[in-house]
């Protein structure tokens, strides 16, 4: 009888911690899709280009000095000098089209292309920028679009406000899942927590074991969260796009993804035996027959 009674006490904490565990992966394939989205939205608006053409018959030097003028801004990441005749070799690679047929354009002019940092890259930032930077003699125009600008922050604000809702969505699903898994523990002790209480002992005394308990159930979902994590992570490595290839390798995503969901086991699962204990010590003890 004690073998069967302590193997059906383990089965019922194992059984426990899969669910949470199950629980905290979903939760934490919210937090890596945010957090990865928040990675490619930075990598999308640092690849917004600024345009500076430069005016013919500019000097050598004014180019460089341009181009290094540019490169110390705060505005920038990347700054990078391109000459007539590479612009024109690289539009006609672009197009297939031989070079030689496009030496007579005139609006292709030098330039010096401008990565701007995820910040600054919005229409509001960019105007101001741009009309600074022609005020430069040498400055012929600066071109970029607009248009997409104005897509990208209109697509990331809803991204996010997606992202948001599924999350808390998802925040209240797990937090009912883990606390009734807990109550489902706790329930068979229902009368002896109402024993402990009649002979004197206080309600923190009667709750520590069961938080404790709680806790190890919560950490040993949260490592076994991690595997499926961990797991999830190495198998998509290969099937994601090269924009999100350098960022799966990046330990702060783990990091962050871990931690969030460590935090949340240990937070979700206190406050839920917390609760629950809570709630028989509240009942007499004929209304214990009916929970």
Known sequence: MKKKAKHRFFNSKLTS???????????????????????????????????VFIKENTSDEAKMNLENYLAGQTYTTKAKYIDKDTAIRELCEEIGEDPED?????RILDMVEVRMKAQYANNDSIVPIAESIELFDCVDHVDYQDDMVDRIGNNIQKLVSVLVCVAAVLLLISYVLISNTIQLLIHSDRFLIHTMSLVGATSSFIRRPYILESLVIAFVAFLMASCYLLCLGYFLKDDLPPSLEGMTSNPMLYIVVLGSIFVFSILITSVATHRAVTKYLKHQVDDLYYI
């Open 17 to 51: 911690a899969i669910s949470i565990s199950i629980v905290l992966f979903l939760l934490g394939c919210i937090i890596f899709v945010g957090f990865m989205s928040n990675m490619l939205t930075t990598y999308v608006l640092e690849n917004v280009t600024l345009t």
């Open 102 to 106: 496009y030496k007579d354009i005139n």
